[in-house]
Each structure stands twice: as C-alpha cells, then as structure tokens.
C-alpha cells in the first residue's frame, strides 16, 4: 500500500510543528534531549514500518482468523513478524523514562507515530499498544519491584499487556464484577473467576502476557467501592524470563465482525489446569492500594479511550484517502450542464455530490486527528507544565474532553469509512478493494472502551458538573480565547457560530440539572455527548484554519473548504439537538418496554 492512502504526513506536519509546536516542548526538562529532528525522525521511522511491515498483511489477517490448535492461538505469521520489528524499533518504550530503556518522547509525539500503525493494520497494532497503556499504568500506580519485573521486559518489546475488566454477566457493569482474590501469606493473591472481551488475552507472539485483572478481595465493600486490581502474569516471572504456568487458561475466542487479527479471548482464572505451587488459583499481585482498583484501572482506561479514538479516526482517515484516490481516477458520468452525449466521461470527483461527500469524510477525519493529538498534548501538559495551575487546568481539561475524544471520532470515523464505500458504489462492498474492511473493523470503535452511551453519561453525569462545572467553565474559556482572536479576521463567523453553540451548551447543561429529576437529565446523554462533540471540532477547525492563515496551495486552501464545510453542514446540527435537550423530553425515558 502506498503511503499516501494509509495516512497524511503534510496533515500530521501541519498538526504537530504549525499548530500545537510540539518542539515548544523540547525547553522542558523531560524532553530536553529531542528536537524538532528527532521527532520527526520517530514519525518516519513509524511511517515506514507501517506501511512497509503492517499494512501487507492487513487483508490476510482480516481473512485467516486467530484459531486454536492443541490449546494454542495460530495467526498469519506476518503478524509476529511485524510485531518483532515494531519491538526492536523502541516504539513499545517510546514515552517511556530513559531509565527504562525508553526513548521519553512526549505522548503527542508518540500518538502521531502509533496512529500510523492503526491506519495500516489496526489488529496487529492492538497488541503493542495495549502494551503501552498496561506499562503505563504499573509506572504510575506499581511498586517499584512490579516496575522492574514487568514494565522492563513489556518495554523491550518481549512481554505483552491486557486490561481484564469485564465478565460474561457483568459486562460494562463492573460494580457487578465476579472474579474474586484470595490473599495468601506470602503477600499474593489466588484469583478465579471469568473474563471476556479480553483484547490480546492468548497468543503466542510474546514469552509472557500480563494480565491487570480487576477482582474482589472478600470482606472488601459491595459495588464498585470494593474493586481491586492485580497484576497477573500467563507465565510467573523467573529471574530475568519466565517460569511456571501461571493458572490462567483461554477458554475460546470470540469472533467479531472487524479487528479480526486481534485474539479476543475468554479467560478462565484459577481454573485448576495449570496449579503453581501445587494448588489452583491464578497467582496475582496488589497493584496500588487495596479496594482502590478501578481508580487505578482509569489510568489505562482513559489512555485506551484516547486510543480509541485515534484509531477510529485513522481507520476513517485512510479510507477518506483511499476514496479520494479512487474519485480521482474513476471516470463515470458528465456534468449536469453537458449535452454531448459522445463526451467522454469524467473522473466522479468532478461531481458535485462526490466532493460533498469527501469534504465531509475530511472534515470528519482532519477534525478528529486534531481532537486526538489535542488530548495527546494535554496529557503533556498536565505531566510536565510548569505550574501548578497549568497542569491542574490541563488535567480538568483533558477530563472533560476524554469521552468526546473516544466518542466523537468512533461515530463520525465511521461515517468517512461508510462515505468511502458510498463513493466507491458497486465496488465499495466488495473485497476487490479495502474500504470495506475499514468500516468492519471501524464499526467496534462505538462500543470500545465503553459505549457512546456510557461516554454520554460520563459527559454529562460526571465531567460537566464535577467541581462545580469547572470543566465546562475552563472548556467554554478556551475556546472563547479562539473565538475572540478569529473575531477581526474573515473567520470572524465561524467564530459568532461557535460562540453561540458554546452559549447555548452552557444554558442546556443548566437546564438539564436544574430539572431536580435525574433520570430525565441523563436520558438523552448521548445526543448531549454528540452535540457539545460537534461544537468541540468546530472549535479545532476554527483553531486549524487560523493558523492556516491565507497560506497558498491546495493544501492550506482544502484546510479552509473543510472549515466551512464542518460550519454550513455540521455545526448546524446541534441546534436541533440542543433544543430536544432543553425540553427535557422524555420520550426515550418514559417508552415501556412492551411497546419496543
């Protein structure tokens, strides 16, 4: 596959270097030994594995699903091969500290690299990245022997990571979680129970998986208040490698429409199959503070959720590419105004239905890098500004805009993979050509990490009005600096519409819990999630053309038609929705389920 249909690095460049100055960050002490060169050089360096070693084989893992063969998991060996090359590049470490082998690279930086990979081949980039999110959890909430035993090897690329958070009765309701941990005298614990849904759960690509499990200890508090969670290894460690068994045991694999070269697994712990030191149980260690677990997990979590919608947006953004390549070369029809029917046909992006639906596609796709790269910079600032306060407004920010950052990009990444088909035709959903596959595997995103209905709920429930509604508050200031800063230039319109959106999602958010009545406040939650969602980008590409400024080329000046395209077509749809809102209507929330 080219490298211009699996992503834009002119977009990327734009994004990192014109608009958020990523080399800024370079006179902070962390970073200090990068420069602008050496960020680039990993972008590269990202670019060409990806495309050189992960997009070959995206199709054959797509068609030749993980299966089981004498109780192990058998993918396309390219995927292994692929995942050795990603290790010994030193992309696993790349946020990581120096002292850890890592390359200590800001996360902005390093999410513009790993959205390279989940553009050419999204299952095989799943299991490294999930590595990534585990390794960064257990720096921040391990010990510092947990650091040493598994965080090393998983930086070295030798080791793999999972998160085992939901169950088969339980599924997004962890408060209802089974899997319990029995202390033992030597400080361990014996976990058993079932987990599904685990991503990268069983596979042969690593000497060892590690496993963060959520469990209960008994005797701890009922609902969520009593969820621990726990390192626990497929293999116990030994010295340097691994050693015994541990009790943990694949007991089938799910089959899922897209994402189909990652294993996704049910695992059995303490099963009794595998019994080290003589007696069942999978062994596990505390990680953090006992009954303290799913605090801990919302480190990986929140990381993943960003994940997520990087890789929705790439999923969306290559097939936004691979359309416009084909729009460009396909030759069908005549222009409405051509009377010569012996006129040879023209290429479809002439027509104007065709460009409609590839400005949409880029204002979804451009929008959402920059809403991604946006929370990947905030994740920066909370970690290395300098004050306090900047990185306390960092964190309250990136709070608030976390569901949006999962949500927006799974739903509108979508719907360029589902305009991607649409400008293909015929051929569009069929195998003969690859978008196809990209809504397959695109189409997992709205349920990944949680829902587009639990974000809703946390948007609404929790980040809007926590503090106070100080995220909303700091929100509503930041895109007001944009605002009044675009007011004496020509986008000084875009800038009076965002204004308005952003007004009216504060009287909405008021009205909505001022109701005293919070079923009726949180029933619409997903509209209100994609409401203050769409006016978020029309904030990023008020921000992108800005900096666009009147710089001549195709590229700046398709920067601008996808701004006025996201304020003509998009920005208007939140009227409607934040009018429903206002009302507090309760047609979903009084429907029987009788009548449904």
């Not at 976390?402 to 400008?423: E, F, R, Y």
Request: proline share 5%; charged share 20%; glycine share 10%.
């Amino acid at each position: 596959m080219r490298e211009s249909l699996v992503l834009s690095r002119r977009d990327l460049d734009f994004l990192l270097h014109e608009w958020l100055q990523v080399e800024q960050l370079t006179k902070r002490e962390r970073f200090a030994a990068h420069d602008r060169a050496t960020f680039d050089a990993v972008v590269d360096l990202a670019a060409e594995i990806a495309v050189e070693h992960f997009a070959p084989h995206n199709r054959a893992a797509d068609e030749h699903e993980p299966h089981v063969v004498d109780g192990k998991v058998v993918l396309v060996p390219e995927v292994a091969a692929a995942l050795k090359v990603f290790g010994e590049a030193g992309l696993v470490a790349g946020t990581l500290p120096e002292e850890l082998g890592g390359l200590q690279l800001p996360q902005v930086v390093s999410k513009a690299a790993t959205v390279w990979f989940q553009a050419a081949n999204v299952g095989s980039s799943a299991y490294p990245f999930l590595t990534m999110a585990n390794a960064h959890l257990l720096l921040a909430h391990g010990s510092q022997e947990q650091v040493d035993t598994y965080v090393r090897p998983m930086a070295e690329g030798r080791w793999f990571g999972t998160m085992a958070l939901s169950e088969p009765q339980a599924g997004s309701s962890l408060a209802d979680i089974t899997t319990r941990a029995e202390r033992q005298d030597d400080g361990s614990f014996r976990l058993t129970g079932t987990k599904m849904w685990i991503s990268g759960g069983d596979h042969e690509l690593s000497e060892n998986i590690v496993h963060l499990v959520l469990a209960k200890v008994p005797g701890g508090p009922a609902g969520v208040k009593g969820i621990s969670l726990f390192v626990v290894p497929k293999f116990l460690p030994e010295g340097d490698g691994v050693g015994e068994r541990n009790d943990v045991v694949l007991a089938g694999l799910n089959h899922k429409m897209g994402y189909r070269g990652t294993t996704n697994t049910l695992l059995n712990f303490g099963e009794g199959v595998h019994t080290p030191g003589g007696r069942a149980g999978a062994v596990g260690w505390l990680v953090g503070e006992e009954n303290r677990g799913l605090a801990a997990m919302f480190h990986m979590m929140n990381e993943a959720r960003v994940g997520v919608g990087l890789g929705a947006t790439a999923l969306g953004y290559t097939g936004y590419l691979h359309a416009l390549d084909y729009a460009r070369t396909r030759t069908q029809g005549r222009p409405p105004a051509g009377k010569d029917p012996l006129a040879p046909p023209v290429p479809i992006i002439e027509h104007s239905d065709v460009k409609r639906m590839l400005l949409a596609a880029k204002s979804y796709v451009e929008g959402g890098l920059a809403l991604g790269l946006y929370c990947a910079k905030l994740v920066d600032e909370e970690q290395t500004a300098e004050t306090a306060e900047e990185r306390a407004a960092a964190h309250t920010l990136l709070e608030v805009l976390t569901p949006i950052a999962k949500s927006w990009p799974s739903q509108w990444g979508l719907a360029a993979n589902d305009l991607a088909i649409q400008v293909h035709g015929g051929y569009g959903y069929t195998r003969d050509f690859p978008v196809e596959q990209f809504y397959r595997d695109n189409r997992l995103n709205p349920i990944h990490e949680g829902t587009v209905g639990i974000q809703g709920l946390d948007l609404l429930g929790r980040k809007v009005v926590a503090g106070g509604g100080e995220g909303l508050r700091l929100l509503a200031e930041t895109i007001g600096a944009t605002t009044a800063r675009a007011a004496s230039t020509e986008w000084a319109d875009l800038a009076a519409d965002v204004d308005a959106a952003v007004a009216r999602v504060g009287e909405v958010t008021a009205t909505l819990w001022g109701a005293g009545d919070p079923d009726a406040t949180l029933a619409n939650a997903t509209v209100y999630l994609e409401a203050v969602g769409h006016v978020v980008v029309a904030w990023l590409w008020l921000e992108q053309v800005l900096v666009a400024g009147d710089g001549e080329g195709a590229f700046y000046a398709g920067k601008r038609a996808a701004a006025r395209y996201f304020q003509r077509y998009e920005l208007p749809r939140t009227g409607p929705q934040l009018d429903l809102l206002a009302s507090l209507d309760r047609t979903t929330l009084d429907a029987d389920p009788d009548w449904l």
